[in-house]
């Protein structure tokens, strides 16, 4: 599935300091990002979240008028669209006190224009689904809406543990998923004891999904660690 | 303060002892006394009476005569006598030295006072006599008499009772004559002992500077005072410089960040030459080495001056490692440093009490580490093992290592951040010091060696 269509989104960036500002612009435009807002105060950022909506906010938690924090209870107040921090601060509260809020994800200074480019990408991909509902593996196709793989012209319906499994592998698509995260996933806090049901739970998948389920090539296993969805297209 | 009862019970069983010590000695010395002033059984008055009484003989006259000695007896202690006959009642015998005011008849009555008595204040005895009766008369002032020596039968009786009750009622009056005294000065010392308690507990206190002990609790206030000024003045020096270094590590962050930025975008530049996209690649590596020192030396500060309390909780070690070694395998685009998970598929739960993010930096700098020290790649191997109460993670590489000088310098030398002397040999990185400062403040050691793999290994011991 491509991501062009996420390059469209609307993007408000605030930050006190013009050359950060530019600097962030010019990373974002470089990967194809063409519609982005800029602000330097709370005060220009809601005037700027007014006059054209944006489909993602990234705040600077220091401005020259009040904290990052204020003015991202105020942007949610107006609209409902995902908030990424830049913070100079590493300080654990912050970081809690932001995603406390709805903060959707942070990134302290200094970072990798590449980082950057990742968590936008990372957060617009789990915040907006696109038109295109189907995800493109390798021998067939994922349907989050319907829960349901498409495999040679074939609807498999998925459990609704098979579906919390995978979608928590395609937010981190082509990353790895530790085998903790994803029994929590499905089965919530304290996933103790849950290995060997996840174990049989991918086996399932596989074979929803894979050409060969012995030889997956789109849900793999790292060993000890986790698992890997590769996404075609990406 | 537990020894301020023990003193008092000290000072009033000394007390007790001493007093009954008194008593003691003073009855004993009063019975030898007595003893000593008490006449024996040969010079008692009576006896001398009962004596005279049998050695004065009636003669063939119709006359008395006194045996020799006797005679020289009562001469030699100034004593008379005289026989007052049974019917007559009229004295038939006497001394020479009896006084002239001695009178020549007696009645009953006057015979009865004399037996228990004085004659014209002559102390008399009496003796018996197969004719009368013997009385001797005493020098005056020689004895002195109990002419009516009756008591209640009830005194007598109760004696011990009342002596056993006087003692413990003089014993009882000492002890509260004692205690009221002493109150007053137990008073004074109570706050003072309980401030000397307080200051080296290095809290602040204040005793009242009022009654007997002023001075001392003056003293002790000023010690106080002393005292804190320096806590708050090292507090304050400790606290400037954590925040100073916070404060740099933070103002470093934003322009770090524009030279990250533009660098990396300049090393993938399709207009830039091949050599002018090589130095943009060691801005953007360096940068990231400006970038892992600021957050080192911030949170070394903060570990290093307690600034940073460890949020500790159950948690399962093998998910947090897990999860970090998966965190490196993500961003480990180019495949250079692989990784191996060499933990024992059946171990999935290690707990132990932890703060999580603390412990998920200090395996980060380790595999950090290992990616720094060997640039041209290698393989790092990260393991989980539980132990007896105890969890051991190890994150080792097959890259360059280290010599036997330089492990033992690391695993015993103390880092030049935490140093008090002049150490130029110690410049290290900061990451094993976060490391150490991280798994000591869980109670933990930290390992230092050589990898079976050929490279470098660090195992880490946290107790569960």
């Given at each position: 599935m491509s991501n062009d269509y996420l390059l469209d989104k609307h993007i408000l960036l605030?930050?006190?300091?013009?050359?950060?500002?530019?600097?962030v612009?010019s990373i974002l435009d470089e990967y194809g990002f063409h519609h982005i807002?800029?602000?330097?105060?709370?005060?220009?950022?809601?005037?700027?979240?007014?006059?054209?909506?944006p489909e993602l906010a990234i705040?600077?938690?220091?401005?020259?008028?009040?904290?990052?924090?204020?003015?991202?209870?105020?942007?949610?107040?107006?609209?409902d669209y995902p908030i990424l921090f830049l913070?100079?601060?590493?300080?654990?509260?912050?970081?809690?006190?932001?995603f406390?809020?709805g903060a959707d994800d942070y990134i302290v200074?200094?970072f990798l224009p590449k980082e950057l480019v990742f968590r936008v990408m990372a957060i617009l991909r789990r915040s907006y689904k696109g038109d295109n509902p189907l995800v493109q593996l390798k021998y067939s196709q994922i349907d989050f809406s319907r829960a349901e793989v498409i495999k040679n012209n074939e609807h498999i319906p998925l459990t609704a543990k098979e579906h919390d499994l995978l979608s928590a592998l395609y937010r981190n698509a082509g990353r790895i998923v530790t085998i903790d995260a994803l029994c929590e996933a499905a089965w919530g806090n304290?996933p103790?004891?849950y290995e060997n049901s996840l174990m049989a739970h991918i086996r399932r998948i596989r074979e929803k999904i894979e050409k060969n389920p012995s030889q997956p090539i789109s849900l793999v296993t790292i060993k000890g660690l986790g698992y890997k969805l590769n996404v075609e297209g990406k | 303060?537990?020894?301020?009862?023990?003193?008092?019970?000290?000072?009033?069983?000394?007390?007790?002892?001493?007093?009954?010590?008194?008593?003691?000695?003073?009855?004993?010395?009063?019975?030898?006394?007595?003893?000593?002033?008490?006449?024996?059984?040969?010079?008692?008055?009576?006896?001398?009476?009962?004596?005279?009484?049998?050695?004065?003989?009636?003669?063939?006259?119709?006359?008395?005569?006194?045996?020799?000695?006797?005679?020289?007896?009562?001469?030699?202690?100034?004593?008379?006598?005289?026989?007052?006959?049974?019917?007559?009642?009229?004295?038939?015998?006497?001394?020479?030295?009896?006084?002239?005011?001695?009178?020549?008849?007696?009645?009953?009555?006057?015979?009865?006072?004399?037996?228990?008595?004085?004659?014209?204040?002559?102390?008399?005895?009496?003796?018996?006599?197969?004719?009368?009766?013997?009385?001797?008369?005493?020098?005056?002032?020689?004895?002195?008499?109990?002419?009516?020596?009756?008591?209640?039968?009830?005194?007598?009786?109760?004696?011990?009772?009342?002596?056993?009750?006087?003692?413990?009622?003089?014993?009882?009056?000492?002890?509260?004559?004692?205690?009221?005294?002493?109150?007053?000065?137990?008073?004074?010392?109570?706050?003072?002992?309980?401030?000397?308690?307080?200051?080296?507990?290095?809290?602040?206190?204040?005793?009242?500077?009022?009654?007997?002990?002023?001075?001392?609790?003056?003293?002790?206030?000023?010690?106080?005072?002393?005292?804190?000024?320096?806590?708050?003045?090292?507090?304050?020096?400790?606290?400037?410089?954590?925040?100073?270094?916070?404060?740099?590590?933070?103002?470093?962050?934003?322009?770090?960040?524009?030279?990250?930025g533009?660098?990396e975008q300049?090393e993938n530049?399709p207009?830039?030459?091949?050599?002018?996209?090589?130095?943009?690649?060691?801005?953007v590596?360096?940068?990231?080495?400006?970038?892992?020192?600021?957050?080192?030396?911030?949170?070394?500060?903060?570990?290093?001056?307690?600034?940073?309390?460890?949020?500790?909780?159950?948690?399962?070690?093998v998910a947090i490692v897990r999860q970090v070694v998966v965190d490196f395998m993500n961003m480990d685009i180019d495949d250079r440093f692989p990784m191996k998970w060499?933990t024992?598929e059946?171990?999935t739960?290690?707990?132990?009490?932890?703060?999580?993010?603390?412990?998920k930096?200090?395996?980060s700098?380790?595999i950090?580490?290992?990616i720094?020290?060997?640039?041209?790649g290698?393989t790092i191997?990260v393991?989980?093992?539980?132990?007896?109460?105890?969890?051991?993670?190890?994150?080792?590489?097959?890259?360059?290592?280290?010599?036997?000088?330089?492990?033992?310098?690391?695993?015993?030398?103390?880092?030049?951040?935490?140093?008090?002397?002049?150490?130029?040999?110690?410049?290290?990185?900061?990451?094993?010091?976060?490391?150490?400062?991280?798994?000591?403040?869980?109670?933990?050691?930290?390992?230092?060696?050589?990898?079976?793999?050929?490279?470098?290994?660090?195992?880490?011991?946290?107790?569960?």
């Open positions: 605030v930050d006190d300091e013009q050359e950060l500002l530019d600097m612009h807002n800029t602000a330097k105060s709370i005060e220009e950022a809601i005037v700027q979240a007014k006059k054209s909506p705040l600077d938690v220091m401005l020259s008028d009040g904290s990052g924090f204020d003015l991202m209870e105020q942007l949610k107040m107006n609209g913070t100079a601060r590493g300080e654990d509260d912050d970081k809690f006190r932001g406390g809020l200074k200094p304290n103790f004891g | 303060m537990k020894s301020v009862p023990k003193l008092i019970r000290r000072f009033v069983g000394i007390l007790l002892l001493s007093s009954i010590l008194i008593v003691i000695i003073n009855v004993i010395a009063f019975v030898a006394l007595m003893a000593s002033k008490i006449p024996d059984e040969n010079t008692s008055p009576y006896s001398i009476a009962k004596e005279t009484g049998t050695a004065l003989k009636a003669t063939d006259s119709g006359n008395y005569m006194l045996s020799e000695d006797i005679s020289a007896r009562l001469a030699e202690n100034d004593i008379w006598a005289i026989l007052i006959e049974d019917d007559s009642r009229k004295v038939v015998w006497k001394t020479e030295n009896v006084p002239a005011t001695i009178p020549n008849d007696y009645t009953l009555s006057d015979i009865a006072n004399l037996s228990v008595g004085y004659l014209d204040s002559y102390p008399t005895y009496t003796g018996k006599h197969e004719n009368g009766i013997v009385v001797l008369g005493f020098p005056q002032k020689s004895f002195w008499k109990h002419i009516q020596p009756s008591w209640d039968y009830s005194l007598i009786a109760d004696l011990p009772k009342t002596v056993l009750t006087v003692l413990f009622i003089n014993v009882a009056l000492i002890l509260a004559i004692y205690v009221i005294a002493n109150i007053k000065l137990l008073k004074s010392i109570k706050p003072i002992t309980k401030g000397i308690q307080d200051l080296s507990a290095g809290a602040c206190v204040h005793v009242s500077e009022k009654g007997l002990l002023s001075e001392i609790s003056a003293n002790i206030n000023c010690t106080s005072d002393i005292l804190q000024k320096q806590q708050e003045q090292l507090r304050k020096k400790e606290t400037a410089r954590a925040n100073w270094i916070a404060g740099v590590s933070h103002d470093i962050r934003t322009p770090l960040s524009m030279v990250m533009y660098a300049l530049s207009n830039l030459s091949g050599t002018e996209r090589q130095k943009a690649f060691v801005i590596k360096q940068s990231k080495r400006m970038k892992n020192l600021i957050s080192n030396l911030n949170l070394a500060s903060k570990l290093e001056y307690d600034m940073q309390p460890l949020v500790k909780k159950q948690e399962n070690a060499n024992d059946k171990l739960v290690c707990n132990i009490s932890v703060d999580k993010n603390l412990l930096r200090a395996i700098n380790l950090q580490n290992s720094s020290h060997n640039e041209n290698c191997y393991s989980v093992v539980a132990d007896n109460n105890k969890c051991i993670i190890c994150v080792e590489d097959n890259g360059i290592g280290a010599s036997d000088e330089q492990i033992k310098k690391l695993n015993h030398a103390p880092h030049y951040m935490v140093c008090d002397t002049n150490t130029t040999e110690q410049r290290h990185g900061l990451g094993l010091l976060i490391v150490k400062q991280i798994v000591n403040g869980h109670g933990g050691t930290v390992t230092i060696d050589h990898s079976k793999y050929g490279g470098f290994k660090v195992a880490l011991m946290i107790p569960q």
